[in-house]
């Protein structure tokens, strides 16, 4: 914090309401000028203009050439002593602070502004070190074992031709056509979808074109069969979304997948032997139910924590921002086309009281996991979240450095930093129900 600008600013403060306070600062022009004394000065000993040495270009003309940059510069300080003043209140739980209006910071001039500052609400955790949670371990059956095993055999076997009507799972040649009407310039991908020869169509979910499992169920080599495809309002291709498109489909042949046996099995999989193999199978069995039981216990015990605190103010600004954040979620999961557009616009006040209950649901659970992490002194490290970064760059297909400066353009890092917090608050919880 700059001293003398620090010494010179007046600020008072007042209630604005539940989690806000305004507070107003004032800064005198005597102060103003001192202040833009010292910016030019420094920006004196940074640029150069023609036929002056560093730091030697008279004042006025070093004021004039940079007067915007000086402004910016003036303004950076003034906001940050402003707030640096309020932070010196080490009782305040600031969890957002912002300008009220847009106030102007000028060169020379007495300065007047208010900041908006939001905090963290106020209420009892109780004792939650003693939520006591229960889910009873899952034991895996050698049937649920088998089960696995078997699934395992059809999806390494191969395709073969078979002579019979065609059944769920097969995979089918065909070729077929419909009475959609491609539009000029239409996708590959689209085409496709409408007429394609000499493609493959299989008889299992998704289905690549709607209603083609029922239709085409007992379908034989050599036949042509027609059905109507209903397509969903959600469907990815806009084009064809919410339309219903009547396919003709010609059989050219039924493919179906085989059974490995336990020798093609085991090399398949690169086991020893059967009984290998399905001692890891096992274990991943296992892994993924206490992957189950830990979802349901972190469900439970968060369940039990939020019935014990009574409901609380949530700062306005943050809460305004959380909502158009659900607002613009629920915006993306169901407009694929005009159509959905203008439907969504039709039911924005329905739609922006659902983005509300989420929103309030989010910050309240981000405020109760917060206040818990500062008790129990629970961080996310530079190194933890390093490593999850690194995993999900992997996860995703993209260099680690593209994907931290996407995060970084977006605002994801802090939202990714906040999960990782709730994710091990939430993780302590369930230790200490056991």
């Not at 005198?28 to 730091?55: I, K, Y």
């Not at 629920?330 to 557009?341: I, M, Q």
Request: hydrophobic share 35%; net charge negative; charged share 35%.
């Amino acid at each position: 914090m700059a001293k003398d600008l620090a010494d010179s600013i007046g600020m008072e403060v007042r209630s604005a309401g539940p989690c806000l306070k305004e507070y107003d600062f004032t800064i005198s022009q005597q102060a103003m000028e001192r202040e833009t004394q010292n910016a030019v000065r420094e920006f004196s000993q940074l640029v150069n203009l023609p036929g002056f040495r560093p730091g030697k270009a008279p004042v006025g003309m070093v004021k004039s050439r940079f007067a915007k940059e000086i402004e910016e510069e003036l303004t950076r300080r003034v906001f940050r002593t402003a707030y640096q003043k309020i932070m010196t209140d080490k009782e305040l739980d600031v969890v957002g602070c912002s300008p009220e209006g847009e106030p102007a910071v000028k060169p020379d001039t007495e300065c007047k502004f208010t900041l908006k500052v939001e905090l963290a609400p106020e209420f009892e955790l109780g004792d939650y070190k003693s939520l006591k949670v229960e889910v009873p371990k899952t034991e895996i059956t050698d049937e649920q074992l088998n089960e696995r095993v078997g699934f395992y055999r059809k999806m390494y076997g191969d395709f073969a031709d078979v002579n019979e009507p065609a059944q769920a799972e097969d995979m089918l040649k065909v070729s077929y056509s419909s009475d959609f009407e491609l539009p000029e310039g239409a996708s590959a991908t689209l085409t496709r979808q409408v007429r394609s020869e000499d493609n493959f169509l299989w008889l299992s979910q998704p289905e690549m074109i709607p209603g083609s499992i029922a239709a085409l169920t007992g379908a034989e080599v050599g036949k042509e069969y027609s059905f109507a495809a209903a397509y969903p309002e959600d469907y990815r291709e806009s084009a064809l979304a919410g339309k219903t498109v009547n396919y003709q489909v010609k059989v050219l042949a039924v493919r179906r997948r085989g059974e490995l046996n336990d020798e093609q099995l085991c090399a398949k999989t690169q086991s020893k032997d059967l009984e290998s193999f399905k001692a890891t199978l096992r274990q991943s069995l296992e892994q993924e139910a206490e992957a189950r039981r830990n979802e349901e216990l972190t469900r439970l015990v968060y369940e039990k924590l939020s019935a014990s605190i009574p409901e609380f103010e949530l700062p306005p600004g943050i809460l305004e921002a959380e909502v158009s954040k659900e607002l613009r979620k629920l915006a993306n999961e169901t407009v694929k086309s005009a159509e959905d557009a203008k439907k969504f616009e039709a039911e924005l006040e329905t739609r922006k009281a659902e983005a509300t209950t989420r929103a309030r649901e989010n910050l309240r659970k981000t405020f109760i996991l917060r206040k818990i992490a500062k008790a129990e002194n629970i961080t996310v490290t530079p190194e933890e979240f390093d490593a999850q970064l690194k995993g999900m760059s992997y996860y995703y297909g993209y260099k680690e450095k593209e994907l931290r400066s996407m995060l970084e353009k977006t605002g994801g890092m802090d939202e990714l930093q906040l999960d990782m917090l709730n994710h091990k608050v939430l993780a302590f919880l369930v230790k200490q129900s056991a």
